[in-house]
């Protein structure tokens, strides 16, 4: 069958589209931007479906069921603690899944999967757009795929496309640019450059050498680094990460990021996801110098430790004394995830030539709290451990970590502590590491 005519077949309303779907089925909308059409109509068959678990590795759109009230109807397990959802985790209204994003989710057998793509090409296939994940893995794992195909979507060089064939039901959909969602919330998530990231940006540009393959993780922390110019300056450096802030396409564009000492995928600029304005957007649009893969290639710790001078740059919610890190809860509240931070500590630990470093603010909650903290609450989930722990950035220096033993960390991570709480951890340390 041709699939022009495959695909007028399997065309639906999405009100049709997921009819498919049945009380008690395990429902995954893939990572990225969720469909909103079809998610919609999900949503409207409240009252007559049961025991929906719904499975949402990045929720970022509200359609309802983060209320109290749908407990009954829908069942709702997160992989990342987005902002939209603090409110339900704070209240245990709603499941965390263990890993990557929210990946692991797919080990348990999958009834549907939701997913966003472009119109097909002259061949048939369709591409994921602007982030490819591991979309292409719950396709082929679920028993139902519904596919919600918006127009604006881009194509891009990499593995980032899908068969007309994989689908099992399309819809046809183009939403605003922006759609209604707790934006109130949401700018918490994505704010604008605060004061003392410039201090960390200033003390993490040391780090940082002509050459070097970087990643940056998402985070408020992070995010922002690219506009702060830390990296105008330098030369030839790579790009492999998770995701990609849209400022380093334009620094690609002006010949920053080259990828020319890259140990693999030389000259490529490779991620799972790209962010940033349309501009940037229309810039990467089968550009073969911009790649796109599935996260489990991009943060397998084996294809980040090819690469030689490896640089992975994440942000956390807390460190220890002995370099602990956590970027997903302090105590058992869950605020984050873990994200690619792990694969990447690993992948930069066994890079030659490669560094892992932490971004940290010192205080949260107007400067009433050390993010550098003696002990742990109980309850905190240790992101990264100490064993993989290199350097630790604040605003007011760079606590160097690897190799150190107990009480050489605790001195260098009091040295970048705020002011304030200096003494106090000093107390602590000597309380637990000395005699």
Same mark, same amino acid.
């Given at each position: 069958?041709?699939?022009?005519?495959?695909?007028?077949?399997?065309?639906?309303?999405?009100?049709?589209?997921?009819?498919?779907?049945?009380?008690?089925?395990?429902?995954?909308?893939?990572?990225?931007?969720?469909?909103?059409?079809?998610?919609?109509?999900?949503?409207?068959?409240?009252?007559?479906?049961?025991?929906?678990?719904?499975?949402?590795? $990045?929720?970022?759109?509200?359609? #309802?069921?983060?209320?109290?009230?749908?407990?009954?109807?829908?069942?709702?397990?997160?992989?990342?603690?987005?902002?939209?959802?603090? /409110?339900?985790?704070?209240?245990?209204? %709603?499941?965390?899944?263990? #890993?990557?994003?929210?990946?692991?989710?797919?080990?348990?057998?999958?009834?549907?999967?939701?997913?966003?793509?472009?119109?097909?090409?002259?061949?048939?296939? %369709?591409?994921?757009?602007?982030?490819?994940?591991?979309?292409?893995?719950?396709?082929?794992?679920?028993?139902?795929?519904?596919?919600?195909?918006?127009?604006?979507?881009?194509?891009?060089?990499?593995?980032?496309?899908?068969?007309?064939?994989?689908?099992? %039901?399309?819809?046809?959909?183009?939403?605003?640019?922006?759609?209604?969602?707790?934006?109130?919330?949401?700018?918490?998530?994505?704010?604008?450059?605060?004061?003392?990231?410039?201090?960390?940006?200033?003390?993490?540009?040391?780090?940082?050498?002509?050459?070097?393959?970087?990643?940056?993780?998402?985070?408020? $922390?992070?995010?922002?680094?690219?506009?702060?110019?830390?990296?105008?300056?330098?030369?030839?450096?790579?790009?492999?990460?998770?995701? $990609?802030?849209?400022?380093?396409?334009?620094?690609?564009? /002006?010949?920053?990021?080259?990828?020319?000492?890259?140990?693999?995928?030389?000259?490529?600029?490779?991620?799972?996801?790209?962010?940033?304005?349309?501009?940037?957007?229309?810039?990467?649009?089968?550009?073969?110098?911009?790649?796109?893969?599935?996260?489990?290639?991009?943060?397998?710790?084996?294809?980040?430790?090819?690469?030689?001078?490896?640089?992975?740059?994440?942000?956390?919610?807390?460190?220890?004394?002995?370099?602990?890190? $956590?970027?997903?809860?302090?105590?058992?509240?869950?605020?984050?995830?873990?994200?690619?931070?792990?694969?990447?500590?690993?992948?930069?630990?066994? =890079?030659?030539?490669?560094?892992?470093?932490?971004?940290?603010?010192?205080?949260?909650?107007?400067?009433?709290?050390?993010?550098?903290?003696?002990?742990?609450?109980?309850?905190?989930?240790?992101?990264?451990?100490?064993?993989?722990?290199?350097?630790?950035?604040?605003?007011?220096?760079?606590? =160097?970590?690897?190799?150190?033993?107990?009480?050489?960390?605790?001195?260098?991570?009091?040295?970048?502590?705020?002011?304030?709480?200096?003494?106090?951890?000093?107390?602590?340390?000597?309380?637990?590491?000395?005699?």
């Amino acid at each position: 069958m041709d699939w022009r005519e495959e695909y007028r077949k399997k065309l639906l309303s999405p009100e049709e589209a997921v009819k498919g779907i049945k009380s008690g089925d395990r429902v995954f909308f893939t990572p990225g931007r969720q469909p909103w059409a079809l998610g919609l109509a999900l949503a409207a068959r409240k009252e007559e479906l049961r025991g929906i678990k719904v499975l949402l590795p $990045t929720p970022d759109r509200d359609f #309802g069921w983060y209320d109290r009230g749908w407990e009954e109807s829908f069942e709702i397990i997160v992989g990342f603690g987005m902002p939209i959802v603090w /409110e339900m985790m704070a209240d245990r209204r %709603c499941d965390m899944a263990v #890993g990557a994003v929210g990946m692991d989710m797919a080990e348990e057998a999958l009834d549907v999967v939701l997913v966003e793509i472009s119109n097909p090409d002259e061949h048939g296939f %369709c591409s994921f757009g602007q982030s490819v994940w591991n979309k292409k893995e719950m396709i082929q794992a679920a028993r139902l795929v519904l596919a919600e195909v918006n127009s604006r979507l881009i194509r891009t060089y990499g593995t980032n496309y899908v068969h007309v064939s994989e689908i099992d %039901c399309f819809v046809e959909h183009t939403p605003s640019e922006r759609l209604p969602g707790r934006a109130d919330l949401r700018g918490k998530w994505v704010s604008e450059p605060r004061e003392e990231l410039k201090n960390i940006a200033e003390y993490l540009s040391t780090i940082i050498k002509d050459g070097d393959t970087l990643e940056i993780g998402v985070g408020t $922390t992070t995010e922002p680094l690219p506009q702060l110019g830390i990296f105008d300056n330098k030369q030839d450096l790579g790009w492999h990460s998770e995701h $990609t802030p849209g400022k380093v396409i334009e620094l690609a564009r /002006e010949g920053v990021f080259t990828g020319k000492y890259k140990t693999i995928n030389q000259g490529k600029v490779v991620a799972t996801a790209f962010g940033g304005s349309r501009e940037d957007l229309e810039y990467v649009q089968m550009n073969p110098t911009f790649e796109l893969h599935s996260v489990n290639y991009v943060n397998d710790p084996r294809t980040i430790s090819a690469h030689e001078n490896m640089v992975a740059i994440n942000n956390a919610l807390g460190v220890d004394l002995t370099g602990q890190i $956590t970027a997903e809860s302090i105590g058992p509240r869950m605020l984050g995830g873990t994200g690619g931070q792990l694969s990447f500590a690993s992948g930069a630990a066994f =890079s030659k030539g490669g560094r892992c470093i932490t971004l940290l603010p010192t205080t949260a909650k107007g400067g009433i709290i050390s993010r550098i903290m003696a002990m742990f609450e109980p309850g905190t989930a240790i992101t990264v451990p100490r064993s993989l722990a290199d350097f630790v950035v604040t605003e007011y220096g760079i606590a =160097s970590l690897r190799g150190k033993t107990q009480r050489q960390r605790a001195e260098e991570m009091i040295s970048v502590a705020h002011p304030d709480f200096r003494a106090e951890l000093r107390k602590e340390a000597q309380k637990l590491y000395w005699p």
